[in-house]
């Protein structure tokens, strides 16, 4: 799995740097010396292994069907958070009330 790829090796001859022999003709006027070298082939991209998404008119449907119900669901787990928020700090504000009443009583009472 983590062992590297290498591409494979070129199957082409390599080219052979041997000195031409001293009874070579020389070569004509008519014909060229040296032979222009062939293209190098144009490197073709590989082919993506990742599938390609398709839209269709259902599954965009579905997609914003579920999107939606994500946006609600999420919305009302944070109203009920900020609603139980409020409900605490009203009952805390009720009890120091009464708490607060009852001391005044006793102290009243002296």
Known sequence: MFTPKYPTPDTAPAPSAA?????????????????????????????SNRPVVQLTPGSTLALVGGGTAV??????????????????GVSVAVCAVVLRSLVNNTHKGR
């Open 19 to 47: 000195p031409a022999p001293a009874s070579a003709p020389a070569p004509s006027t008519d014909t060229p010396a040296t032979t222009a070298p062939p293209p190098a082939p144009v490197p073709v991209a590989p082919a």
């Open 71 to 88: 946006v609600l669901v999420v919305g009302a787990v944070l109203v009920s958070l900020l609603l139980a928020v409020a409900i605490t």
